[in-house]
């Protein structure tokens, strides 16, 4: 049986930042962030958008009324979570109106939780053909002003419906994982923001990714030039050219070198004007690679590196399917051109602002006139309280 994603959605927050103006205020040569991370904007989300109204927003834009009815498992992936014991994906669950008889859950392990969550989706339609699952990958990078993450920070969310027979890619089932105990990135329970060593966290990246790379191909007899792409988890984009120049060391061929490059800055479009959305930045990528190239066919396969610090990393194939670019949208740069451009006085206020709730769990943020289809409205009692919008 072939299994793999159907659709994919995306959604962001309206409003956006140069990393130049950053740079500049910061100080900072804008080249330094330009050039050595090859980031050029970052999404800035209002208080009233998180990783619900996001998830919600790019799951409403794949699915139909048939999607609807046969969801019957939801699973959020994300490292920013909202509520340590009630899952994102049941919010979510309510505010996209899918039938009642679903499971949700949400699961967590930095960066890498969407992928789990797309193989657990793989083995239950695996067990259930007639199921659809939704995956949603959804997070919000916050690092604090002035931070030494600051200039990669983002917000937004990918979701992808699994199915059988699926319209756009088929999961190869060949996937190997790995696992190793380190602190290159973690945020305790009593942080606002995530504590990183960087330079280890780089070098983590880079060590899984070449040891897990030289197991997967080995196990499953497979080689570079074997993939028409090859699509990496993207922090920052400079990060993820790191790890491909990293595995085109061992190949001879200059003309899948050539190739890969050329897929590889195809798939980094749509990062480099969003930031990093941690659980979601790998799949954000393959959503750019696929809309954006003009060489992919029915049949090539597409290599994925998943990393999640603390560490968890695997590599997977993908193969496109028959009439795949039907699944797409060919102006999503439109959405891109149509954000708000803030300056950087209006992000620190905006992404920043104090979300402490009063002595009796209240948080009015009525002031926020946001037009967005799903939004957070209140906290109220210490309750969350969504709202859709027409």
Known sequence: MKIGIDKIGFAMPEYYLDIRDLAIARGIEPDKFTKGLLQLEMSIPPVSQDIVTLGAQAAFEILDNDDLEKIDMIIVGTESGIDQSK????????????????????????????????????????????????????????????????????AGSCAMLVTSNPRLLELNNDNICLTRDVMDFWRPNYSQYAFVEGKFSTEQYLGCLETVWAKYLERTKQQLQDFSAVCLHLPYPKLGLKGLQLL?????????????????????LYSQRVGNIYTGSLFLGLLSLLENNTTLKAGDKIALYSYG?????????????????????????????????????????????????????NLDISDIHDESRFILEKIENHKRIYKKQI
């Open 87 to 154: 899952a994102s994906a049941v919010f979510i669950h309510g505010l996209l109106d899918i039938q009642p008889f679903v499971r949700t859950i949400e699961v967590k392990e930095a960066c890498y939780g969407a992928t789990a969550a797309l193989d657990f989706a793989k083995n239950h339609v695996l067990n259930n053909p007639d199921s659809k699952v939704l995956v949603i990958a959804s997070d919000i990078a916050k690092y604090g002003v002035k931070s030494s993450g600051e200039s990669t920070q983002g």
């Open 248 to 268: 085109l060391e061992q190949e001879n061929n200059e003309s899948t070198k050539e190739n890969l490059l050329a897929r590889f800055n195809e798939s980094i």
């Open 309 to 361: 610090s603390g560490a968890v990393a695997e590599v997977f194939g993908m193969t496109l399917v028959e009439g795949y670019e039907n699944q797409l949208k060919t102006n999503r740069l439109e959405q891109f051109n149509n954000r708000k451009q803030i300056s950087v006085d209006e992000y620190e206020k905006m992404f920043f602002r104090d979300t402490t709730v009063d002595e009796d769990g």
